[in-house]
């Protein structure tokens, strides 16, 4: 449980953390800045200092590190990767709190919320640990005459990784475990927004990890993003974030025809069926919708419900939004939404309702910027949001659901899929037969029935259309992060 004793800890780590990137095991401000970013606490717009602005220089030292790095690293054996890995484990559950606090004052994030994500990224870790010990291949064998043939599992070299502001640490973990299960070696760009917790984790983990298998590069993708894309020595970008993000690094790093890995935004659709437990889907939409603030890529946030429930639903959901507790997150485990990450995102919010109030949806509940300090944007609720329009088929990536109609089964799937991304649906009903139908027809990455945003360490979290390409969690990850080598032997004539 975070208290405000841990709070006050989180602020005083905070102050104190090295604000340097970290490289070859060790922090460095060496090699001069391109200036320095201000980090701000979106729920009160107080000041949480400045970090150094990286530069190409700083990427071309990293990389070297990860290279220098590589050849010991991958050469250990997966048991012994996963002693390191385990141990990085413990030391973030021995810090759950600190973490879920720093978490909360550098990206507003509700402490309930905060403290929930910090026990996935010591999953993460665990699992990995153990997968990449049971790496699986086809068997060994002669598949041409007189030919033994196996296939080697090996890494994919050095990885350069971009993390996004809305999960700092458990996107990050993403990332990590897999890719050092796998025998690579990293250079990690963390969002400039919030890389506190990514800061404090080397921090704490200087002693654990060898020198050079994990590089933290701070900046702005423009520069060290771009730097890292662009790299020879970076054989394979991952990167979770925007559409926008994503084209830029897929078409950098074609230059050097390096592999990419990309997780990108989503518009979830939320198909309610006239037979839906529709208490169940509201309480769960309360969370789904406006976890984060709605700052979720998978978040519940566009609902496509049949006509005869319609009114019901609404109404249950509007009281839901506004049952909400919005507030500062210092100000204890009551606060629900938090506020987003920042004015501009805030900004771009409301634009974006104002735009689809204009257009004839209709703002039943919030619709308003808050006059107070922060970032907030209250939880709001829109109907009669015509199909094909912005509101439908956008990503709003705030604490906005909107809500439209459907007659029809065949209806209900063609609006679901009527975008251009691929990341996650869910289907409402009590029809098993119907529930198969549109978890088959629906065209994401993860469908879920009668539940939304739960998500398992285990099982592949994978987008498609413009919602990327590339599996975070489960054994799929390790595949994308590793090379198959097919080596076949001559055996040779028989000696009598």
């Known amino acids: 449980m975070i208290t405000k004793d841990t709070l006050t800890e989180a602020a005083d780590r905070i102050a104190r953390v090295p604000r340097a990137h ?3 095991g060790a922090f460095t401000t060496a090699g001069g800045d ?76 509700p402490l309930a919320a905060a403290s929930d994500e910090i026990p996935v990224v010591s999953d993460s870790l665990r699992f990995m640990a153990g997968a990449a010990r049971t790496a699986q291949a086809p068997a060994a064998g002669q598949y041409a005459e007189g030919h033994l043939s196996y296939v080697r599992r090996e890494p994919v070299g050095v990885v350069g990784a971009i993390t996004p502001w809305n999960y700092p640490l458990m996107m990050a973990a993403w990332k990590i ?171 771009r919010i409301a634009a974006m309702v104002d735009r689809a109030r204009r257009d004839g949806a209709k703002v039943l509940t919030g619709g308003q910027v808050p006059d107070r300090a922060g970032y907030f944007y209250p939880p709001t609720v829109i109907t009669d949001v015509a199909a094909g329009s912005e509101m439908a088929r956008e990503e709003v990536f705030g604490p906005v659901i909107s809500v439209e109609r459907f007659t029809t089964e065949s209806e209900a799937i063609a609006k679901a899929n009527d975008v251009v991304y691929g990341l996650a649906a869910s289907v409402w009903t009590a029809d098993p037969g119907r529930m198969l139908r549109a978890v088959e027809q629906l065209d994401f990455g993860t469908v879920w029935a009668n539940s939304h945003l739960a998500v398992a360490t285990e099982m592949p979290w994978v987008g498609f259309g413009h919602s990327g390409y590339g599996r975070d969690n489960g054994t799929y990850a390790l595949d994308d992060y590793t090379r198959t080598k097919h080596v076949m032997l001559a055996m040779g004539a028989a000696r009598d």
């Open 22 to 24: 970290f490289i070859d």
């Open 34 to 109: 391109a200036g320095t970013i201000a980090l701000i606490n979106p729920a009160n717009e107080a000041s949480l200092g400045t970090i150094p602005s990286g530069t190409p220089a700083h990427v071309d030292a990293a990389v070297a590190a990860a290279r220098r790095a590589l050849p010991g690293w991958a050469g250990r054996t997966p048991a012994d990767r996963a002693e390191v890995l385990h141990a990085l484990a413990d030391v973030v559950d021995a810090n759950v709190d600190l973490l879920a606090a720093i978490e909360a004052i550098n990206g507003g994030k």
């Open 177 to 347: 475990a897999p890719v050092l299960a796998a025998g690579n070696t990293m250079v990690l760009k963390p969002s400039q927004l919030t890389p506190l917790t990514t800061l404090v984790l080397m921090e704490l983990a200087a002693d654990i990890l060898p020198a050079g298998v994990l590089n933290v590069v701070l900046g702005t993708g423009s520069i060290v993003g771009d730097a890292m894309s662009h790299h020879p020595g970076i054989d394979m970008m991952a990167l979770t974030g925007s559409v926008r993000s994503g084209q830029s690094v897929a078409e950098a790093a074609a230059a050097t025809v390096k592999r990419v890995h990309l997780e990108l935004g989503g518009k979830a659709p939320v198909v309610i069926f006239d037979d839906a437990d529709l208490d169940s889907a509201v309480e769960t939409l309360a969370v789904a919708g406006y976890v984060n603030a709605g700052q979720e890529c998978g978040a519940a946030t566009r609902v496509i419900c049949h006509e005869d429930v319609h009114d019901e639903f609404v109404a249950k959901l509007v009281r839901a939004a506004e049952a909400l507790t919005i507030g500062d997150p210092a100000e204890g485990e009551s606060i629900e939404l938090g506020p987003v990450i920042s004015a501009a995102q805030r900004d």
